[in-house]
């Protein structure tokens, strides 16, 4: 009877263990995804379109996130280091098979790297390669850019806010800026007088940390149905 009961006792423990950590595990990231942080970037064509869309995505999937203003490069350490959970929108480039980022498809836009110059002032390529030029940009540029810091000869002044980057071309600080855009902006460079050339381009998309990898199919469901809806009222 002993016996009987030591050799269920070794039967019973290891499924018992099992359940639990199971268990600890689903409650774990039922956790996680009840208090999802998604990086947003102080960009106001995040803040009016893809915020708000990237929103109703995730509550078709049952899940209500909490935005947090995130800077371009600090945006990316925090998302990588698990800090938190997803971005509203990146270039397709962030992910890379060294880091924690994942792509969810499908692309929500295509963007580029625009080079802005203020009215008068040469407007071409050429700029960049100037030494006696100053550019403001937006941190992560250079990677954006797929250039090495050294490839450039304009002198690069680097920034952490889009619209601190437009305020400082349209206040005369700077005559040039390099700075991301989904081509929406096109009508406001316009009204400014600002001269525009596509430098780099890219897709825009939503991106998550890999822990999340199982929300993906899901997510991307979301994203497409939310996407077509836009389109739809667009008409």
Do not use: W
């Not at 060294?98 to 692309?107: F, G």
């Not at 940009?137 to 437009?166: G, K, Q, S």
């Not at 700075?179 to 897709?203: M, R």
Request: proline share 4%.
């Amino acid at each position: 009877m002993k016996k009987a009961l030591v050799l269920l006792n070794k039967g019973v423990l290891p499924l018992f263990f099992s359940l639990v950590l199971s268990l600890s595990f689903c409650s774990f990231a039922q956790d996680n995804e009840n208090n999802f942080v998604v990086g947003e970037l102080n960009h106001p064509r995040v803040a009016n379109f893809y915020k708000p869309l990237i929103q109703r995505a995730y509550l078709d999937i049952g899940i209500d996130v909490t935005f947090e203003k995130v800077g371009g490069e600090r945006g990316l350490r925090l998302l990588n280091n698990g800090m938190t959970d997803a971005d509203v929108i990146r270039y397709d480039v962030v992910s890379q098979p060294d880091n924690n980022i994942a792509i969810v498809p499908p692309a929500l836009s295509h963007g580029a790297s625009f080079l802005l110059c203020i009215r008068g002032a040469q407007c071409d390529k050429s700029v960049i390669q100037n030494p006696d030029k100053a550019i403001a940009v937006t941190t992560r540029f250079f990677f954006n850019m797929h250039v090495n810091p050294d490839e450039l000869n304009a002198n690069i002044f680097e920034f952490d806010d889009f619209n601190h980057v437009i305020s400082l071309l349209l206040n005369g600080r700077y005559d040039y800026a390099i700075l991301p855009s989904d081509y929406s902006e096109k009508a406001i460079f316009e009204q400014a007088g600002i001269k525009y050339i596509s430098l780099v381009e890219h897709e825009l998309v939503h991106v998550i940390h890999k822990k999340h990898s199982h929300l993906v199919d899901r997510l991307s469901s979301a994203i497409a149905k939310q996407l077509a809806l836009e389109k739809s009222n667009n008409k």
